[in-house]
């Protein structure tokens, strides 16, 4: 292998291909370093922290067999790439060929089968991968997964909230807290018409997020609770009579359906509010 004869600085550009009969991952840019070489075997490493490091002991003659030594860095790296190594962490748990593929000269170095692998990653965690990656593409986004203990209570609100906007799926709560704008319009109409038990609809022409420090534009939304209790109803009313237009009064509700989480086009949603 011409490997060998490389500076030990140079990165070397290889593609990874994990392959089982069912499904396959292609890992399509992956650098490495060489670490050692010599005639019987070349030892090259994955450069930094990527979220799948790996070390390749590969032998000059076919008939030796390669060793792999797989390692994980998952924080701190963008979530689409995280999610592409959970995928090939998947196969390399069940066994799998892995394909080496050189970019540069573009040529196969080898084709490795390697034995399943003990990995401690849970279903529920591929999971949670899966819907973050889930978000990042519905929202055009590609933020860095934070360490375990730099996940906030404020982060896992907002990912139940925008997992619910992207996957289209009602969410249970047990409260939500909206504000009212009380305008000329709806000064007199309030105190007629909001009952102890109603429906609310809570329309955003831009909303925005933000999840992990990276800011989100969620685009035209829609926060619909079909059946909810307005909790102190009478306490309320009395906030909203005396405020003066323009202001903002809290309302907590309690649902007594799914709160519905839906991202809209702009048109239905001016559309909605045609008399």
Same mark, same amino acid.
Request: glycine content about 4%; hydrophobic content about 40%; overall charge negative.
């Given at each position: 292998m011409s490997m060998s004869s490389l500076p030990d600085k140079r990165a070397i550009p290889l593609k990874l291909t994990f392959r089982t009969a069912e499904a396959s991952v292609t890992l399509?840019?992956?650098?490495? +370093?060489?670490?050692?070489? /010599? /005639? @019987? @075997?070349?030892? *090259? &490493?994955?450069i930094g922290k990527p979220a799948l490091g790996l070390t390749l002991v590969l032998p000059t003659k076919a008939t030796v067999s390669a060793r792999a030594t797989v390692s994980t860095h998952m924080p701190g790296n963008s979530i689409r790439s995280v999610a592409k190594v959970c995928g090939a962490l998947g196969l390399l748990q069940k /066994?799998?060929? #892995?394909?080496?593929?050189?970019?540069?000269?573009?040529?196969?170095?080898?084709? $490795?089968?390697?034995?399943?692998?003990?990995?401690?990653? &849970?279903?529920?965690f591929y999971t949670f991968i899966d819907d973050l990656n889930t978000i990042a593409k519905r929202f055009n986004s %590609?933020? *860095?997964?934070?360490?375990r203990s730099s996940f906030s209570a404020d %982060?896992?609100?907002?990912?139940?909230? =925008? +997992?619910?906007?992207?996957?289209?799926?009602?969410m249970d709560l047990t409260n939500l807290t909206c504000r009212l704008i009380k305008s000329p319009e709806n000064a007199e $109409?309030?105190?007629?018409? =909001?009952?102890?038990?109603?429906m609310f609809r809570m329309e955003h022409?831009?909303?925005?997020?933000? =999840?992990?420090?990276?800011?989100? &534009?969620? /685009?035209p939304t829609? *926060?619909?609770? %079909? +059946?909810?209790?307005?909790?102190? $109803?009478?306490?309320? #009313?009395?906030?909203?009579?005396?405020?003066?237009?323009g202001s903002a009064v809290p309302i907590s509700l309690r649902p007594l359906v799914p709160v519905r989480f839906l991202l809209v086009d702009r048109a239905s949603l001016l559309s909605s509010r045609e008399p």
């Open positions: 399509e840019l992956v650098e490495f +370093r060489k670490i050692r070489g /010599g /005639g @019987e @075997e070349v030892e *090259i &490493s994955t /066994g799998c060929e #892995l394909e080496v593929f050189a970019l540069k000269p573009d040529a196969r170095l080898c084709v $490795l089968q390697v034995k399943p692998l003990p990995f401690s990653f &849970s279903a529920t %590609d933020f *860095i997964l934070p360490e %982060d896992e609100e907002t990912f139940r909230i =925008l +997992r619910a906007f992207a996957l289209s799926e009602p $109409l309030v105190p007629q018409q =909001l009952r102890e038990e109603t022409e831009s909303a925005t997020a933000s =999840l992990f420090g990276t800011q989100m &534009s969620l /685009g829609v *926060i619909q609770v %079909d +059946r909810a209790k307005v909790e102190r $109803l009478p306490e309320t #009313l009395k906030v909203f009579v005396k405020a003066e237009i």
